[in-house]
């Protein structure tokens, strides 16, 4: 691609193209991008041109949003030619797609196609300014009769006459809203499906995949933190639910569950991260993060974090919806009614869905969610009417607007990916409670909460677990137990023995060191031993990640090394009868089995590395 120097395009459209083009003869197809947002539902159709060489794509930003960060990196990405909206609006194209009504979108050739960028049209949005078609940033609560965005005349109707020449729905209950808000625009309307929903169709068999790559372990639920943007949203500061939903809950999620037995991520809009920046939201998440909370992608990974989840906490954006369509449990943590056209299905669903409840324990309000858990059938039976058609109903409308007849190969999307493997560390300071069962046998239950969890009863011990890199550092004087992960040949740390050796020596007060060396496997170091090895002893049902984080091993044994009589003596014959007979690390409801074995061969022994006495 070439340009000029008034930053206009030469190649492939221009006013001198056919000079310097390879292919002049190709259909133009202008994709329309309004934000970041819109840009997700059309990165959805544009594979549905694969492979066609008559078919020249182009892609352009109306510059209207003001969610503008973000949109050119992702242009950029798609290697598509990008033409200037100035440009662009003077090209001969021979089809237009957007999936937004900001900006103008009168060109001055090409049909257009105007796709919904979430679960139909559900928001009420107040009436777009007159010079620009951009909807006010707002919310619409409280705003009374603002229209409903994508089906009111304010933003279907150009002096009267449809802005698109398809309007495309995905269930005929829209097009039944459509037809009493905006009778002109009902002749543009076709039926053709969610292209979104239908690639999280198709991946549903890879549940287990995206999970994995989540680090989401056998045995734990997953809790996906899911808001759209504004102020009355899951993460906004507005007064719906109460105030600011999100900080009290994440709190409430580091001190009542579980790290072993749960695992958090969060699914926040476009407009979250490039309205407040990424790393603005990587900073007010850091703690959270810090604590194991997954932060996903909204661009590349929310899709596959939806298909994985146990349970949703979240507010009346499409995400919400899409989990309730896919039969997953929802806690609604906000649900402003009045921001929501009232005939949409999705009104319906809000008033049905269980509501969160800020004085009540959330972990038992997630335990009972799942437990009592039974799909409302409206989210399934209106987010589309022909699930799995979206392709070949798309392509074809697309074909048709253009005159063009479609390829002879059957139209698909594209399979999501799977996502890069994220092994969700804490390196907030555990607060682990552990009870001895019997020989050889541990409760453990890890915490990543800011304080200590409720004082144990009576036949259970509390100590601190701290990772090497945490922030809190102040605490790694205070340990029990300090333990990293990493590669067990990663030259910087030496080698786990080294490792190990070292911290004891530089940390007097903590007892025992681990090094995790990969899902199912840690190096151990009790305080005047010689280093150990455990190892899970693999389940059933694994699919070759450990049940349990080994580094919950390493406070199992820290807990049977302390339990009962005091002193070294007793320590080492708890010790030797591990070795002997392993271990049994029970979290949650599951029970783990773990091999304690020397890290060096016997008879290879050789000076300790640290010095004596087990300090529990």
Known sequence: MAYGRTGRVRVPVGDDATRWTTRSKCLRVLVVVHNVTAATRLLDVLPLFDDDWRVQLLVTCTGSSAFAAGTAELLADTGVPVVPYEQAAETEVDLVVSASFGGQLDFSAGKLAILSHGVGYTKRLATPDTGHRTPDTGSGAGAGAAPVFGLAPEWLLSQGVPVADALVLSHPEQYERLRIACPEAAPTAVLAGDPCFDRMLAARPYRERFRRALGVRPGQRLVLLNSTWNSDSLVGDGEVGGGDVIAALLDRVATEFPVDEYRFAAVLHPNVWHGHGPGQIRAWLDRARRGGLALIDPLKGWRQALLAADAVIGDHGSVTYYAAALGTPVLLGAAPLDALDPAAPISAFMREAPQLDPE?????????????????????????????????????????????????????????????????????????????????????????????????????????????????????????????????????????????????????????????????????????????????????????????????????????????????????????????????????????????????????????????????
Do not use: N
Request: hydrophobic residues 40%; aromatic residues 6%; glycine residues 10%.
């Open 360 to 616: 009540a324990s959330l972990a038992a309000q997630i335990e009972r969610l799942i437990a009592r858990h039974r799909p409302l059938p409206g989210p399934a039976g209106f987010t589309t009417s022909v699930p799995g058609e979206s392709a070949e109903r798309l392509r074809r409308l697309f074909y048709s607007m253009m005159g063009a007849p479609e390829p002879g190969w059957p139209a698909s999307l594209k399979p999501l990916p799977l996502p890069d493997y994220e092994a969700g560390t804490a390196t907030v300071p555990f607060h682990v409670l552990s009870q001895v069962l019997g020989p050889g046998e541990v409760a453990v239950s890890r915490r990543a909460g800011p304080r200590p969890m409720v004082s144990p009863d009576h036949d259970e011990e509390l100590h601190v677990a701290v990772h090497e890199d945490t922030r809190d550092v102040d605490q790694l004087d205070l340990a029990d137990v300090i333990f990293r992960d990493g590669a067990p040949d990663d030259p910087r740390y030496g080698s786990p023995s080294v490792w190990t050796a070292e911290v004891l020596r530089r940390h007097q007060g903590c007892s025992l060191a681990a090094y995790v060396t990969g899902l199912s496997a840690c190096v151990v170091r009790v305080r005047g031993e010689e280093p150990l090895r455990l190892v899970a002893v693999p389940c059933a049902d694994a699919g070759g990640m450990s049940g349990l984080d080994p580094a919950a091993y390493a406070s199992a044994l820290y807990a049977w090394l302390a339990t009962g009589s005091p002193g070294a003596a007793a320590a080492d014959k708890r010790l030797m009868q591990a070795m002997a007979d392993g271990l049994s690390v029970r979290a949650g409801t599951r029970l783990h089995r773990v091999r304690v074995v020397p890290l060096t061969p016997p008879g290879m022994t050789g000076m300790s590395e640290a010095g004596r006495g087990f300090t529990g």
